[in-house]
């Protein structure tokens, strides 16, 4: 499990830079009007220590608002929905790769601990748990608020299709040759 997560997440990884890096930076990222120029007067005056800071307490509090909002649904969808919905579709090879891939987008666990929850699906197989190592630490709700607040349109969608489609094609395979 350990091989196939590293191995199938570096594969997607590849996959999601190929088609990402054929986008145009200026077409990628979002405009933030709340950036401004450097003035080169004031960047001569102001210590780098402090346009360090002053950049960083911009960013964190730029992000902060989605990590913030996306921990929320995610509490939400953990505390509300069944377990025994997504246990119905265990049997299923594709679809139980698929939930197990909607279940880590809605649960934005952190990647330490997703190895615990897939190894508390006993009902699915080795192959629906990788889906769900591989797929959520690339593509989960805060980060999808992340990527919907820095890129522009599409980038999202980009993403999870890119991803999706590797990694379902990857487990995919795995199960077959696995038997």
Excluded at 31 to 37: Q, V
Excluded at 38 to 55: G, K, M
Aim: hydrophobic content about 55%; overall charge negative; proline content about 3%.
């Amino acid at each position: 499990m350990v091989l196939g997560r590293m191995g199938m997440g570096f594969v997607v990884a590849v996959a999601v830079g190929w088609v990402v890096g054929a986008t145009r930076k200026e077409d990628l990222l979002r405009a933030r009007p709340d950036d401004d120029e450097i003035d080169p007067e004031t960047d001569e005056t102001e210590s780098r220590w402090a346009r360090f800071v002053s950049h960083l307490t911009n960013d964190f509090l730029f992000m902060g608002r989605f990590l913030i909002l996306g921990a929320g649904i995610a509490a939400a969808v953990q505390t509300f929905v069944p377990q025994t919905i997504v246990g119905k579709v265990a049997d299923l090879p594709v679809l139980s790769m698929l939930a197990m891939m909607a279940l880590a987008f809605l649960l934005s666990l952190c990647s330490e601990s997703d190895a615990f929850v897939a190894a508390s699906f006993v009902q699915f197989g080795p192959a629906a748990q990788l889906a769900f190592l591989v797929f959520g630490p690339m593509v989960d709700m805060k980060l999808g608020a992340l990527y919907v607040g820095t890129y522009s349109k599409g980038f999202l969608r980009t993403v999870i299709l890119t991803v999706g489609a590797v990694t379902l094609a990857g487990t995919m395979w795995i199960k077959v040759v696995s038997g």
